[in-house]
Nanobody, 127 residues
């Protein structure tokens, strides 16, 4: 079992920034692919970003087109934590943001391949 706990959401004005953190349990965190997804009211959950590390010196990162250049995903394997830095926020970024873990380490953008999910944290961007 992997437990994920997000923090850092809140209310921000358009153009502002927020940091999200996701702390994970488990001894094999470095082998997990970690993703961020979001769900706005009345919409389906969508991919935001993910991070996969191959255990050596290479890591792979993907971003949704809608956040490319504005959001930055990173991880600290020593702290079992993944982060999402969100800059230049827009009202359309308003959603509940979820952290997810793919313990198989695949690192796709398909939410069905992530077995563990956090409880979500609300991000609201006012215009």
């Amino acid at each position: 079992q992997v437990q994920l706990v997000e923090s850092g959401g809140g209310l921000v004005q358009a153009g502002g920034s927020l940091w999200l953190s996701c702390a994970a349990s488990g001894r094999a965190f470095s082998s997990y692919a970690m993703g961020w997804f979001r769900q706005a009211p009345g919409k389906e959950r969508e991919f935001v970003a993910n991070h996969r590390w191959n255990g050596a010196r290479t890591y792979y990162i993907n971003y949704a087109d809608s956040v490319q250049g504005r959001f930055l995903i990173s991880r600290d394997n020593a702290k079992n934590t993944v982060y999402l830095q969100m800059n230049s926020l827009k009202p359309e970024d308003t959603a509940v943001y979820y952290c997810a873990a793919d313990t198989m380490g695949r690192g796709t953008m398909n939410s069905n391949e992530y077995s563990y999910w956090g409880q979500g944290t609300q991000v609201t961007v006012s215009s």
